[in-house]
């Protein structure tokens, strides 16, 4: 098995979020080593499963998110309310037609997000270990998606979670996005594989102006500053003082290995009032439009590394704040041990 297949079968993968999936035939797509996984809100509850069809191998879902039935556009064959719905099923003899089933994949939560485990190498909480309260804490803040975006990264996909993980880029990278908050150094909090990097916003003008926009939002929970979660291996969860967070995958593509399958979905927090939507919605569209940016601007300088640039090796110059990478690293040397 391969080290990429090996990384997404042993570890338990955040997909979504509840409330990013609140209505029945509500789904969402990922490319993901081996093929493709879909979330899908069935009646209610959230399934995941293989985006095959069980019959002739066709893929039941084109799109990375939208609404839509569990149906095989090649035959018919339907998920629905946890069973197989089969057309014609009396047309099937002696094939043992009754053994025929849509594979769902086994699931576990944390708080409101939903994770995947295909063959967990421990239980989803032993995973987390104590980033499972943050999430949590987090989950329960969360209103639902207001943007999505997807393009393929052009570099091996631990390319592109070096250059998240790591902050020593901002200034060259992202100086008119990311880098007008004038992160301070801030504290990186390891925990197992996971690892959390909380950093105080040092431009003391946009501090000041986030910080009257707490009226606007129910929160019960809030970090006053920029917050960078990593889950190993393939998610980053961050935010700037809670009101919203960047979901962002970066998944081994399944069909050419110096692509990454990017995807980030904006997650909304809750209004004070229905008064301050608008307020929050104009925020949102500007972050989001700050995020598209970011994230072009990452591409491009992950499009210029080689594959051959990553190792499991340590870093041979790491400056402190290459941290995270070098727990990165340690990381995956553990796994291939």
Not at 326 to 333: L, W
Request: with cysteine.
């Amino acid at each position: 098995m391969s080290f990429d297949r090996q990384l997404f079968e042993g570890f338990w993968q955040l997909l979504c979020h509840r409330n990013e999936l609140p209505v029945q035939g509500d789904f969402l797509r990922f490319d993901v080593p081996g093929g493709e996984v879909v979330v899908f809100n069935d009646d209610g509850e959230l399934v995941a499963f293989d985006n095959r069809c069980p019959h002739r191998g066709a893929r039941i879902y084109q799109g990375d998110h939208g609404n839509q039935a569990a149906t095989c556009g090649y035959h018919g064959w339907t998920f629905r309310k946890g069973h197989l719905i089969i057309p014609e099923r009396e047309s099937f003899v002696n094939c043992g037609i009754e053994t025929a089933t849509w594979r769902t994949l086994p699931v576990d939560w944390c708080g409101d997000f939903l994770f995947v485990g295909i063959a967990p190498r421990q239980p989803l909480y032993e995973q987390l270990g104590k980033v499972a309260t943050l999430l949590e804490n987090i989950s329960f803040n969360i209103a639902g998606r207001h943007d999505f975006s997807r393009y393929d990264f052009e570099c091996y996909w631990p390319l592109a979670v070096e250059n998240a993980l790591e902050p020593y880029h901002i200034s060259m990278v992202h100086p008119s996005t990311l880098g007008t908050l004038a992160l301070e150094a801030g504290e990186n909090v390891f925990d197992g594989k996971n690892s959390v990097w909380y950093a105080p916003v040092g431009n003391a003008a946009v501090r000041k102006k986030l910080a009257t926009l707490k009226r606007f939002f129910q929160l019960d929970f809030q970090y006053e500053g920029y917050m960078s979660i990593y889950l190993y291996p393939f998610t980053m969860l961050s935010s700037t003082f809670g009101y919203s967070y960047s979901l962002q995958h970066f998944l081994p593509h399944p069909a050419d290995p110096d692509r990454t399958s990017f995807t980030s979905r904006l997650l909304s927090t809750p209004a004070s009032s229905p008064a301050a939507q608008a307020v929050i919605g104009t925020f949102l569209d500007s972050t989001a439009q700050v995020n598209r940016k970011v994230f072009d601007e990452d591409h491009a300088i992950c499009r210029t590394m080689p594959r051959d640039s990553w190792s499991t090796e340590p870093l041979r110059f790491p400056s402190a704040s290459e941290a995270k990478i070098v727990h990165f690293r340690a990381s995956c040397r553990d796994v291939l041990r």
